[in-house]
């Protein structure tokens, strides 16, 4: 196996990404809009006069009653507004921030896998001198490195806005909090994994970007559930389960992994075209 | 020397569907030998399986020495491959199209760089090498094509419908290019085409196909040998000629064909007769405005293999003498 070939794989579809608008607005868009202007509108609002009637809200209040005991500790000596601030962003928020490996690790390889069928470029590739194995793992890290650093960067944006932004009501800088380090560096990683995985597999089937996109879109349901079951008090991202989550996770994704590298074979991608 | 390829009994099938049947050929050093069919006949599919995209169903391959169902990343690394459609990546300049497929090919950076350069500078395309290659013309694009596919100094080089979809002056310009570098550097070229005047400027030697099955094969010469064997005189009378029965016993006279009453095509069996047929013409009363040798065109041959089983062809296609 050549690393070589491997880098020049991943150089050249990071190359193409950067020049796809498609895939560069969903890109900026999705931590955009989730981890600056949500969390800055509502920043906003918390600090005007008069949110504290705004943010005790009966129904803010029966879910605080639903939270965990650890949850509700750590709130339990600030006011409504930062209680409030620091359940939605601090806990509430963190399911939320994992769309984003997914859905950026989604749209990359779909771009790259599915994309090169589509641009009709993927038969002078089969017929390079480069292995199989030597070609997954090259598109798959494509998909995988720029998804991380987005990720990480959107992290340190996502703290610097909640500090900046909450310095006023809190006084302090209160984010990360501990529950956010696996979160960030172990289950993101996870979920890119996962998303890709899910990708290459629907990619050997589907003939565009956006087929493959779209499908593998669906696996935005389990953050959902994961944000439902934070909301509802049923599950609680904290350090451990955050750790057994990524667990989980990871060995998911390598199951898709494994049957991604049976899918990906010349003679499967060919044979699938030829029909 | 040994052959640069050798397929025996080659078959092929997708699902239920036989794509490739009993198919044997060879090509030597240096030779450009073309696959001829239509859409369909098997073409693609047996350039597929000589670099060893996926096994083959039956049969033996060897090229350059390797069998593709256990080396074909050593076939791929010492050819290059013109596939269909250009298969660049548009967003690419066509420098890092050319450093992309040079590293995949095992080739070091000094090697690709200064590869490129000749061959960006033999193909005209210097002037717009670092523009992305979505830019270029259908030309411009099949011309960095086939610089790809001859980026590595290939020693046997596959060019599947090497002018399709380009503009008559562009596929003139390919042709060329071809014609050029195959002279310059001495490279085995196989091509696959449909389009027979391509193959018969190209092609030393031809491999007429359909439905995954071969009809012909060998030079042009060979293969207007193999559907007419002799050699066709156009004769012009100057008045209706009517001696036509006596025409048909003269020696040498395969057999003949009226156009009209003051023309006749006449099939003689070699160039050595012509003189006494002429003269004989003359001794009939003919008056003789115009004779005119011709040649049976590719087109003609193509046709008339792919219209109908020629009771001579198997002679050619298991390789046996003309």
């Known amino acids: 196996m050549s690393w070589r070939k491997i880098r020049v794989i991943a150089w050249k579809d990071i190359l ?46 029966t879910m605080m009653q639903k939270m965990p005991a650890a949850i509700k500790e750590s709130l339990g000596d600030m006011n409504d507004v930062q209680s409030s601030i620091m359940l939605m962003f601090g806990y509430l928020f963190a399911p939320m921030f994992l769309i984003m490996p997914l859905m950026l690790s989604a ?18 590739l089969l017929y390079t001198a480069a292995s199989d194995t030597e070609l997954f793992i090259g598109k798959a890290l494509a998909a995988f490195i720029p998804t991380l650093l987005i990720s990480f960067v959107s992290f340190l944006v996502y703290a610097l806005v909640l500090n ?43 003939q565009t970007f956006m087929g493959a996109y779209q499908a593998s879109g669906a696996l935005v349901v389990l953050v959902l559930g994961l944000m439902v079951g934070q909301a509802s008090g049923v599950v609680f991202l904290s350090v451990w389960v955050g750790l057994i989550l990524g667990f989980v996770i990871w060995l998911a ?21 030829a029909h | 020397m040994d052959n640069v390829i050798e397929v025996n009994h080659l078959q092929h099938h997708y699902g ?22 239509p859409n369909g006949a098997g073409k693609t599919t047996t350039v597929r399986l000589l670099n060893g995209l996926f096994p083959s169903s039956g049969g033996s391959i060897s090229v350059l020495g390797y069998d593709p169902g256990q080396a074909g990343a050593k076939i791929r690394e010492n050819s ?17 199209n050319l450093r992309f497929f040079g590293v995949l090919a095992g080739m070091s950076d000094e090697q690709i760089r200064q590869r490129s350069e000749q061959l960006l500078e033999m193909f005209d395309l210097q002037q717009r090498a670092d523009d992305r290659t979505g830019t270029y013309s259908k030309g411009m694009k099949q011309r960095l094509a086939l610089s790809r596919a001859w980026l590595t100094n290939p020693k046997l080089l596959f060019l599947d419908e090497p002018t399709s979809g380009l503009d008559p002056e562009a596929a003139v310009q390919v042709r060329e290019l071809i014609a050029a570098v195959r002279r310059q550097e001495g490279t085995t070229v196989l ?21 995954g099955r071969s009809l012909a094969m060998g030079t042009l ?102």
């Open chain 2, 16 to 37: 239920d569907f036989q794509a490739i049947q009993d198919l044997s050929f060879d090509v030597q050093p240096g030779e450009v030998f073309g696959l001829l069919g």
């Open chain 1, 107 to 124: 749209s990359i390889a779909a771009e790259s896998f599915a994309g090169e069928r589509e641009r009709k470029t993927l038969e002078a």
């Open chain 2, 191 to 211: 091509i696959c085409t449909h389009n027979l005047d391509e193959a018969q400027r190209l092609c030393d030697r031809l491999l007429v196909m359909r439905a």
């Open chain 1, 164 to 206: 900046i932004g909450g310095y006023p009501l809190f006084g302090r800088l209160w984010f990360p909090l501990p529950s956010w380090y696996p979160l960030v560096f172990w289950v993101t990683p996870a979920f890119a994994a996962l998303g890709i995985g899910a990708t290459v597999l629907i990619s050997t089937r589907v």
């Open chain 1, 253 to 273: 994704a390598g199951v898709l992994f494994f049957f991604g590298i049976q899918q990906f074979n010349r003679k499967a991608l060919l044979y699938q075209r």
């Open chain 1, 16 to 61: 193409e990404v950067r020049q796809n608008k498609s895939v560069l607005v969903s890109m900026v868009l999705v931590p955009l809009i989730i981890l600056v202007i949500l969390p800055v509108v509502m920043l906003v609002l918390a600090n005007l006069p008069g949110s504290a009637e705004t943010l005790n809200d009966p129904d803010l209040q």
């Open chain 2, 221 to 322: 010469a060979e293969l207007r040998k193999l559907v007419s064997p002799g050699l066709w005189l156009e004769v012009h009378f100057l008045q209706p000629f009517a001696g036509l029965e006596q025409v048909r016993k003269m020696p040498g006279v395969l057999s003949l064909q009226t156009e009209s009453t003051q023309s006749l095509r006449i099939e003689v069996a070699a160039q050595a007769v012509i003189p006494q047929v002429v003269s004989d013409l003359v001794g009939l009363g003919a008056q003789i405005l115009r004779v005119q040798a011709q040649e049976i065109s590719l087109e003609q041959v193509y046709l008339q293999l792919q219209n109908q089983q020629h009771p001579r062809q198997s002679a050619l296609v298991n390789g046996g003498a003309l």
């Open chain 2, 80 to 96: 290059g491959v013109l596939t269909e459609t250009p298969a660049l990546y548009e967003r690419l300049t066509a420098r890092q």
